[in-house]
């Protein structure tokens, strides 16, 4: 079973190169590293030239934005199963992707989902906020529940079917995709009950009050859009962040 993993960057930095190496590690047999650059003017291309997955399919052109430049990147992406590495997390242990492929031999399930640390930037090792998953029941998206979605892996039938991101969200076209591909599109998902993936704190979600408002803003429109609920589904979706600063279970 062939994985792609879509990795959009921009100027990537020195963050890369966790991310890289933490797919380098994975222990199942066949990977693909889809790179969608955007056209980096650091030393992102001269990284990866140098030190990429050895099946890298590199390309750098402008884009709209990250969920066009991640659309853009599955839609070159030739694996039959799909997720995502963001330039600034890395998976989590060299077992990730064998668990993801072990899931998904299971012809019934549409995709798979685990569970996420919160790490700090300037120290990788010290967990911040852990994200306990936990299992899926279609009544918990109205309690503003859904899956971390840096650990989403899909088929690729559920692009085709359901649609790809949608750029005229700006912060929060991870949140309506999902939403989409549950409500409308009906996937089953099955829950891997292990961390996934560490992701660096500061995220384009919450760098300032104001994108903090825009990201609300964009969820409420994806809320109501699928009709999964209202302002109490978002109330309950930002007080459910609380509890991910309490002690790992």
């Known amino acids: 079973m062939k994985i792609s993993v879509v990795t959009a960057v921009m100027n990537g930095g020195k963050a890369l190169s966790r991310a890289v190496e933490s797919l380098k590690a994975q222990t199942h047999p066949d990977i693909e590293h889809v790179v969608q650059d955007g056209g980096s003017t650091d030393r992102t291309l001269d990284y990866l030239a140098d030190h990429g997955h050895p099946n890298m399919a590199l390309t750098s052109t402008p884009d709209g934005g990250i969920y066009d430049a991640i659309n853009k990147g599955i839609a070159r992406a030739t694996g039959g199963v799909i997720g995502l590495l963001h330039a600034d997390d890395m998976l989590a242990s060299p077992d990730v992707l064998a668990q993801v492929a072990q899931a998904m031999e299971d ?5 798979v989902y685990g569970d996420l640390e919160y790490v700090s930037r300037d120290a990788p090792d010290r967990v911040i906020r852990y994200w306990r998953a936990g ?42 995709g999902m939403l989409r591909w549950l409500s409308s599109g009906q996937i089953r998902l099955k829950y891997i009950p292990q961390v996934m993936v560490r992701m660096q704190m500061g995220g384009a979600s919450n760098r300032s009050f104001a994108q903090m408002i825009r990201k609300s803003r964009e969820d409420y429109r994806a809320i109501r859009r699928h009709k999964v609920g209202g302002m109490g589904t978002l109330i309950a979706k930002n007080l459910s962040k609380l509890q991910q600063f309490g002690k790992r279970a």
Do not use: C, N
């Open 135 to 176: 299992e899926y029941a279609p009544y918990r998206l109205k309690q503003g529940w859904m899956p971390p979605h840096p650990t989403l892996y899909l088929r690729r039938e559920v692009f085709a079917d359901a649609g790809m991101y949608d750029t005229s969200y700006r912060i929060s076209g991870d949140y309506d």
């Open 107 to 111: 012809p019934a399930i549409d995709g």
